[in-house]
C-alpha cells in the first residue's frame, strides 16, 4: 500500500518560511518521481516541486521554493522561503512513475494535503 504523508503546514506572516514534509511509504525516490502540487480555491492545480521530473522547480516560486530529500527516510521536503499571500493553498505530495512538474494528470498517489496560510 502506498501512502504519503505530509506535515509541516500552517499559518505564517508574509515574508516568513516553512518547510513541508513528505514521507513516503510503499513507493521509493528515485524508482518514483515524488514531487508537490498546490491548489488555492477557485484556482487550477498547480506544480510547485518535483524529483525525478526533470525541472524541479516551477518558475512561479523559484528563487523562493527548494526541495530536498532524506533518501534514508524516504522524506522529501519543500522548503518555502519568502512567503506571499499569494502562495495560500492546500499544498499535497504526489508521486508518480512518469511525473510532471506540469502536469498532475501522471499522478499515481497522492497525499491528504496540508493547508499553508499566508496572512499580509
Known amino acids: 500500500e502506498v501512502q504519503l504523508v505530509e506535515s509541516g503546514g500552517g499559518l505564517v506572516q508574509a515574508g516568513e518560511s516553512l518547510t513541508l514534509s513528505c514521507v513516503a511509504s510503499?513507493?521509493?525516490?528515485?524508482?518514483?518521481?515524488i514531487g508537490w502540487f498546490r491548489q488555492a480555491p477557485g484556482r487550477e492545480r498547480e506544480g510547485v516541486a518535483c524529483?525525478?521530473?526533470?525541472?524541479e522547480i516551477a518558475d512561479s516560486v523559484k528563487g523562493r521554493f527548494t526541495i530536498s530529500s532524506d533518501n534514508a527516510k524516504n522524506t522529501v521536503f519543500l522548503k518555502m522561503n519568502n512567503l506571499k499571500p499569494e502562495d495560500t493553498a492546500v499544498y499535497s505530495c504526489?508521486?508518480?512513475?512518469?511525473?510532471?512538474?506540469?502536469?498532475?494528470?501522471?499522478?499515481?498517489?497522492w497525499g491528504q494535503g496540508t493547508q499553508v496560510t499566508v496572512s499580509s
Open positions: 510503499g513507493v521509493t525516490i528515485g524508482d518514483y518521481g
Open positions: 504526489a508521486a508518480g512513475s512518469s511525473l510532471l512538474l506540469y502536469n498532475s494528470a501522471y499522478v499515481d498517489y
Open positions: 524529483f525525478g521530473c526533470g525541472e
